[in-house]
């Protein structure tokens, strides 16, 4: 039997990429900690989930950590599938019904990804059992009230976040902040919806303003969180690096502008 160390030497060589069936079938298999069966798809280059449905629903648990994933989503249904392990991906976006073929997540690590807005959390909060998250070393965790918001908003069933666990006290005060038409303010404040786009006059504002405007960057970043591919991304960082907005993301009138301005120069 080829050993677990041989294997993964003989991955890095063929810089094995796309998530095949070969790859699932001859990935490493092992008990965690949790005494959980798993199957070991760590530093793969792995870019989007696909063939899952190879796995037969056999592992409790699947490690995906140190891969080029993008977008979180396309699962099949796993009915036996209880821990996803992400760490160290480029996810920047979770498909709204990513989790429903796979309800049954009590363990979902995600740290060291590029999760920003609390928005873009939803989807793991309609997890009914979900127990441990991590999403440390994401931006997210830097908005304000990011903890006590994942509190209140996630099962009660999620006893460690972050690997730190929750207090009762910590319940109790995001019940309190969130209540009421106060705390209902504060949730469209702290994680507004998704807009189509800002109005005109925000618009005008912001292109006065020198240097890449706020809106440049929005722009930016929200396509880097649609890419599907890692080249594209690569390309929309180095614009997002510049502050230079793409040809491919500006409107009609915006490439007529830029023509005028060829012209007359």
Aim: proline content about 6%; some cysteine.
């Amino acid at each position: 039997q080829v050993s677990a160390q041989v294997w993964w030497k003989a991955q890095k060589t063929a810089d094995r990429m796309r998530l095949t069936l070969d790859l699932l079938q001859q990935a490493p298999q092992s008990l965690n900690p949790a005494k959980q069966r798993q199957l070991l798809l760590r530093g793969q280059k792995i870019p989007n989930i696909e063939n899952l449905g190879g796995t037969n629903d056999a592992y409790e648990c699947l490690d995906l950590s140190d891969n080029d994933l993008i977008k979180l989503g396309n699962f099949p249904p796993l009915k036996r599938l209880h821990g996803l392990m992400l760490a160290n991906n480029r996810i920047a976006r979770i498909a709204p019904d990513c989790f429903d073929p796979i309800p049954n997540m009590t363990s979902v690590v995600l740290t060291g990804n590029k999760l920003e807005k609390l928005v873009d959390l939803e989807p793991l909060t309609k997890l009914k059992i979900l127990e441990r998250l991590s999403l440390m070393d994401n931006p997210v965790t830097k908005v304000k009230h990011y903890r006590p918001y994942m509190i209140h908003k996630c099962s009660k069933n999620l006893r460690i976040l972050d690997f730190t666990r929750i207090k009762d006290k910590e319940r109790k005060a995001a019940t309190l902040l969130f209540a009421g038409e106060r705390g209902k303010k504060l949730l469209e404040e702290i994680a507004p919806a998704r807009v189509a786009g800002k109005d005109a006059s925000e618009k005008t504002t912001e292109a006065v303003k020198s240097g890449p405007s706020p809106e440049v960057i929005e722009r930016i970043k929200k396509a880097i969180a649609e890419a599907e591919t890692i080249e594209e991304v690569t390309r929309l960082e180095k614009a997002l690096k510049s502050g230079v907005l793409p040809d491919d993301l500006k409107d009609d009138a915006e490439k007529a502008e830029g023509d005028g301005m060829k012209v007359d120069g």
